[in-house]
T-cell receptor, first 116, second 114 residues
């Protein structure tokens, strides 16, 4: 079964609103989680690394004020897309580092965001 | 910095035929290598990984890959594919010895037909 749960799987929102996406590690504690963005027929682009109890580390070119990441517990990281615009429409995927095998990332099922 | 090249964006193959999906990487340091599979509108599932040891790695669903350091390659193979193997396949690399981020290739679409 899935070891990482991502919710919601799909969300449609109006331009200007904010959307929160949750990523939960199931049955294990993940001090490090990652957020990716995937454009149609493209590879995954790492947006940020989320560390429990500290600020996220954003990749170059990713607006930290637009994509707010919170990793308040060892099993939950959230990504909030603030003031969403149509160009933010994409497939967002999270992953968690499995503590017993630190080089292995387990991925959530992804969230399809559509901004109207 | 590391980079991954998947030269084939699409690979069509008939069911029960063998397949090879190519992956080449570039890095100035030692790396770990991974293959992930993505089914439509889903996240990524780990197929197999190379961390160290034997260069021939076996994964789930009958897939295997061979790490070739001299050719900086990590090609994925399956001797006989099924319709259900139709998916997007991503090769990825991370710096060895650390819990570091993954760098992905652009993906290869494997299309299996009857």
């Amino acid at each position: 079964g899935a070891v990482v749960s991502q919710h919601p799987s799909r969300v449609i929102c109006k331009s200007g609103t904010s959307v929160k996406i949750e990523c939960r590690s199931l049955d294990f504690q993940a001090t490090t989680m990652f957020w990716y963005r995937q454009f149609p027929k493209k590879s995954l682009m790492l947006m940020a690394t989320s560390n429990e109890g500290s600020k996220a580390t954003y990749e170059q070119g990713v607006e930290k004020d637009k994509f707010l990441i919170n990793h308040a517990s060892l099993t939950l990281s959230t990504l909030t897309v603030t003031s969403a615009h149509p160009e933010d429409s994409s497939f967002y995927i999270c992953s968690a580092l499995f503590p017993l095998a630190k080089n292995i990332q387990y991925f959530g099922a992804g969230t399809r965001l559509s901004v109207l | 910095a590391q980079s991954v090249t998947q030269l084939d964006s699409q690979v069509p193959v008939f069911e029960e035929a063998p397949v090879e999906l190519r992956c080449n990487y570039s890095s100035s340091v030692s790396v770990y290598l991974f293959w992930y599979v993505q089914y439509p509108n889903q996240g990524l599932q780990l197929l197999l990984k190379y961390l160290s040891g034997s260069t021939l790695v076996k994964g789930i669903n009958g897939f295997e890959a061979e790490f070739n350091k001299s050719q900086t390659s990590f090609h994925l193979r399956k001797p006989s594919v099924h319709i259900s193997d139709t998916a997007e396949y991503f090769c990825a690399v991370s710096v060895s010895g650390t819990a570091s981020k993954l760098t992905f290739g652009t993906g290869t679409r494997l299309q299996v037909t009857l």
